[in-house]
């Protein structure tokens, strides 16, 4: 089945520090792929998404490319804020049958001033 | 516009009580969606429904039950609580056809003592 892995927390950084974290996917076919995060204390919201093979996603600074190749679909920013401190979840969807979302375990990351 | 609303936020139950979670959701969304969150798992899908008047059992639908009431509304019914059903429980929706991308709700923090 579908299943995907992102990089082990947490993730603690100083303010401006860049930022990857990892993920990595397994499905057939030609997924969709996200990255939702989740604000202390809120729902996810959307990041950011890709949905073709090269398709690079961005919102807020953060970017990720969608690459079949190596099954991955990495987070970047290039200098991280107290702000973006949160839990980042990697999904992926079918674009067919019942469409759920399948998520990674999710990455806390804390960035300190 | 309001988005996809959660309630309650927070509740108790002692094991063998019922309760029924409600969401509703005002942007026209024929795709509704339940998901528990669980630390270390990711979210993980209890149900699904497609369209009005359909539901369908995702990866943990064990002890849950689950109502399109109709186009705007999808309550999830624990029918007989038990400790391994304390989780945050998420709402999600998506429009459905070639849209892809699901929005989620704040969450219900259920504990079942």
């Known amino acids: 089945g579908d299943s995907v892995t992102q990089m082990e927390g947490p993730v603690t950084l100083s303010e401006e520090a860049f930022l990857t974290i990892n993920c990595t996917y397994t499905?057939?076919?030609?997924?969709?792929l996200f990255w939702y995060v989740q604000y202390p204390g809120e729902g996810l919201q959307l990041l950011l998404k890709?949905?073709?093979?090269?398709d690079k996603g961005s919102n807020k600074g953060f970017e990720a490319t969608y690459r079949k190749e190596t099954t991955s679909f990495h987070l970047e920013k290039g200098s991280v804020q107290v702000s973006d401190s949160a839990v980042y979840f990697c999904a992926l969807t079918r674009n067919f049958g019942n469409e759920k979302l399948t998520f990674g375990t999710g990455t806390r990351l804390t960035i300190i001033p | 516009n309001a988005g996809v609303t959660q309630t309650p936020k927070f509740q108790v139950l002692k094991t063998g009580q019922s309760m029924t979670l409600q969401c509703a959701q005002d942007?026209?969304?024929?795709?509704m969606y339940w998901y528990r969150q669980d630390p270390g798992m990711g979210l993980r899908l209890i149900y699904y429904s497609a369209s009005e008047g359909t539901t369908d059992k995702g990866e943990v639908p064990n002890g849950y039950n689950v109502s399109r009431l109709n186009k705007r509304e999808f309550s999830l019914r624990l029918e007989s609580a038990a400790p391994s059903q304390t989780s945050v429980y998420f709402c999600?929706?998506?429009?459905?056809?070639?849209?892809?991308?699901?929005?989620f709700g704040p969450g219900t923090r259920l504990t079942v003592l």
């Open positions: 890709a949905t073709k093979a090269d």
């Open positions: 999600a929706s998506k429009a459905g056809g070639l849209s892809d991308t699901q929005y």
């Open positions: 499905a057939t076919g030609y997924p969709s």
């Open positions: 942007m026209n969304h024929n795709s």
